[in-house]
């Protein structure tokens, strides 16, 4: 029963992932579609999607963003992700008999220093002075899986989306290093952003 618990959310995980794929690349099919031929337009047109990107200069190239300008504010990300696993693997982190040590505790650091490291990973996000970290994994039997949920505070000039996705994907990245002697299939799934709030664009909350 357990196996076939597993087996349910591993296809479900797999269904929802393709669907999102197939659903991106028939926009994509259809953005491509209206574009006019080489010869049809003597200038080609502005991606308007581009102006809205603050990480795109005038020209198209990435930049640093300029936040000097921005007030400081209160500002909270929370994150979150998945982790799926065998009913056995399951057992494993709950008894804590992993060979490296408490998955969970290991999990929970590596997304608190991942946090600290952002702006080293991902090349245009501002190093921050964060105000406060909460990492919470908890074993879900129903579903045979791990949830991961990443908070991060801060009082500054830009966000912390980033930080908090960062912790959730370290820390599902560490929950596999530590289970994968055991189990080489751990799927990690649905790592996205949950809720923002500060900042000039305002609050925002995943549906």
Same mark, same amino acid.
């Given at each position: 029963?357990?196996? $076939?618990?597993?087996?349910?959310? =591993?296809?479900?995980?797999?269904r929802a992932?393709?669907?999102?794929?197939?659903?991106?690349a028939?926009?994509?099919?259809? @953005?491509?579609?209206?574009?006019? $031929?080489?010869? *049809? *337009? /003597?200038?080609?047109?502005?991606?308007?999607?581009?102006?809205?990107l603050t990480?795109?200069?005038?020209?198209?190239?990435?930049?640093?963003?300029?936040?000097?300008?921005?007030?400081?504010?209160? +500002?909270?990300?929370?994150?979150?992700? =998945?982790? !799926?696993? %065998?009913?056995?693997?399951?057992?494993?982190v709950?008894?804590? +008999?992993?060979?490296?040590?408490?998955?969970?505790?290991?999990?929970?650091?590596?997304? #608190?220093?991942?946090?600290?490291?952002? $702006?080293?990973?991902?090349?245009?996000? %501002?190093?921050?002075?964060?105000?406060?970290?909460?990492?919470?994994? /908890?074993?879900?039997?129903?579903?045979?899986?791990?949830?991961?949920?990443?908070?991060?505070?801060? /009082?500054? %000039?830009?966000?912390? &989306?980033?930080?908090?996705?960062?912790?959730?994907?370290a820390?599902?990245?560490?929950?596999?290093?530590?289970?994968?002697? @055991?189990?080489?299939d751990? #799927?990690?799934?649905?790592?996205h !952003? !949950?809720?923002?709030?500060?900042?000039?664009?305002?609050?925002?909350?995943a &549906?």
């Amino acid at each position: 029963m357990a196996k $076939s618990r597993y087996a349910d959310a =591993t296809k479900a995980a797999r269904r929802a992932a393709m669907s999102a794929h197939k659903a991106t690349a028939a926009a994509s099919d259809a @953005v491509a579609g209206a574009q006019p $031929s080489a010869g *049809a *337009a /003597t200038e080609p047109a502005r991606d308007a999607r581009r102006d809205e990107l603050t990480h795109v200069d005038a020209k198209g190239e990435v930049r640093m963003v300029d936040v000097s300008d921005k007030a400081e504010t209160h +500002r909270i990300a929370i994150a979150e992700g =998945t982790i !799926l696993m %065998h009913p056995e693997t399951q057992a494993m982190v709950l008894q804590d +008999r992993a060979k490296k040590g408490d998955v969970l505790a290991c999990a929970r650091v590596a997304g #608190i220093m991942a946090i600290k490291r952002t $702006s080293d990973i991902i090349p245009m996000c %501002h190093p921050i002075l964060i105000d406060g970290i909460d990492i919470r994994l /908890t074993l879900n039997e129903a579903r045979c899986c791990i949830d991961i949920v990443s908070e991060v505070s801060c /009082t500054g %000039h830009t966000g912390v &989306e980033m930080e908090a996705l960062t912790a959730a994907s370290a820390a599902a990245l560490t929950v596999y290093d530590m289970c994968k002697a @055991v189990q080489k299939d751990i #799927i990690i799934s649905d790592i996205h !952003l !949950l809720e923002k709030t500060g900042g000039v664009h305002g609050d925002f909350t995943a &549906e």
